[in-house]
């Protein structure tokens, strides 16, 4: 299941990157509403991945706290 979500996690990181680098690699549009086009797709492009390391830290912190096995009388209750 980890690896499933580590899978889909680097897809979401991954999934701006076509777009930013075509935006910022060439020219395909100019002036003051490019520019802040530019700046905010980075930001989002930097906030994805962000939050897509986010979620594999996060369930990877819950599959650490949970033990492997469970006492018989623990499940019991």
Same mark, same amino acid.
């Given at each position: 299941?980890?690896?499933?979500?580590?899978?889909?996690? @680097?897809? /979401?990181?991954?999934?701006?990157?076509?777009?930013?680098?075509?935006?910022? #690699? *060439?020219?395909?549009? =100019?002036?003051?509403?490019?520019?802040?086009?530019?700046?905010?797709?980075?930001?989002?492009? @930097?906030? /994805?991945?962000?939050?897509?390391?986010?979620?594999?830290?996060?369930?990877? #912190? *819950?599959?650490?706290? =949970?033990?492997?096995?469970?006492?018989?009388?623990?499940?019991?209750?």
């Amino acid at each position: 299941m980890l690896e499933k979500v580590r899978i889909h996690a @680097a897809q /979401l990181e991954a999934a701006l990157d076509p777009a930013h680098a075509t935006f910022t #690699g *060439e020219a395909v549009w =100019t002036g003051p509403a490019a520019r802040d086009f530019a700046g905010e797709l980075t930001g989002r492009r @930097a906030r /994805l991945r962000v939050l897509a390391q986010r979620i594999v830290e996060e369930l990877e #912190g *819950e599959l650490r706290a =949970t033990p492997e096995k469970v006492a018989r009388s623990s499940a019991a209750r």
